[in-house]
């Protein structure tokens, strides 16, 4: 089955991540299905892309992201199958495989520009078109070695993200202007902060580095705001509301931009 590696990396009993029902029956053809990118704080920070096809989420790691310029190819690395349901999964993972903090950090629909995804695929050449909250317009993964294997398991997982020039290419660095997430508005610490920052006391998924160090920020910050929602008092209360329209007035600020992009 298309999910056997994402079971074999991963115990349901120590991670909150959901094991996935067979079955899903999902559009075929050039029809809109669902697309998402999580965003993934684990040994080095990566951004998830992650298509549906087949009833299960294709999946491609990005270590720095989509970017909106055509000029920028993003390494992306063809990774195992997800469930579909891990496509809204949004939470901290304690230990083992992905151990770290996933956030939601877009989703919409994404649309085949050619009818046939096996095939694209194969070739190493897949086009389509993103219909997300962030990302939108078209694009095109293609695979940058030889070879006409796709299967996971195989040795050509090396792709490039790509996105093509339209009316939501730009210059604009998305992944710094919009890093929050889609599902809870909120950042690592606040994701963190909604589960249990002690979570990794004696094993944390990066030491030293600048990702070691990102997260004893993050760390830090959701300890901070975790004791300063249970304290209860006016001026934690006050602090958190003001934390919370900071962050609104965030998203209504990439609304707004993605809609003067739009033109
Ligand atoms: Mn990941």
């Known amino acids: 089955m298309a999910l056997d590696e994402y079971k074999k990396k991963r115990d349901f009993t120590k991670s909150p991540e959901p094991a996935g029902k067979d079955g899903r029956k999902s559009p075929a053809g050039k029809t809109a299905r669902f697309f998402c990118v999580q965003k993934h704080l684990a040994s080095h920070l990566h951004y ?13 790691a990005v270590p720095k992201g989509p970017a909106l310029d055509p000029a920028t190819n993003r390494l992306a690395m063809h990774v195992e199958d997800h469930p579909f349901e891990y496509g809204e999964f949004e939470g901290v993972i304690p230990e083992g495989y992905g151990a770290g903090i996933v956030m939601l950090w877009d989703r919409g629909t994404w649309t085949p520009e050619s009818d046939d995804v096996e095939a694209a695929l194969a070739k190493g050449d897949l086009k389509f078109t993103l219909d997300g909250y962030k990302l939108k317009g078209s694009w095109v993964l293609v695979r940058t070695k030889g070879g006409a294997k796709w299967s996971s398991g195989d040795s050509d997982r090396s792709w490039l993200l790509i996105k093509h020039r339209d009316q939501w290419s730009g210059e604009l660095d998305i992944t710094e202007f919009a890093p929050l997430s889609v599902k809870s508005e909120g950042d690592f610490a606040d994701i963190l902060a909604e589960d249990n ?14 990702t070691g160090k990102l997260f004893e920020r993050i760390i830090a910050q959701a300890v901070a705001m975790k004791t300063g929602r249970s304290e ?12 919370s329209s900071k962050r609104s007035s965030r998203a209504t600020t990439t609304k707004k931009a993605a809609a003067s992009k739009k033109r």
């Open 48 to 60: 998830d892309l992650r298509l549906e096809h087949n009833g299960v989420l294709l999946s491609w």
């Open 197 to 210: 920052p002690d979570v990794w006391r004696s094993n944390r998924p990066a030491q030293g580095g600048d």
């Open 232 to 243: 209860g008092s006016e001026g934690s209360k006050a602090s958190s509301r003001s934390e």
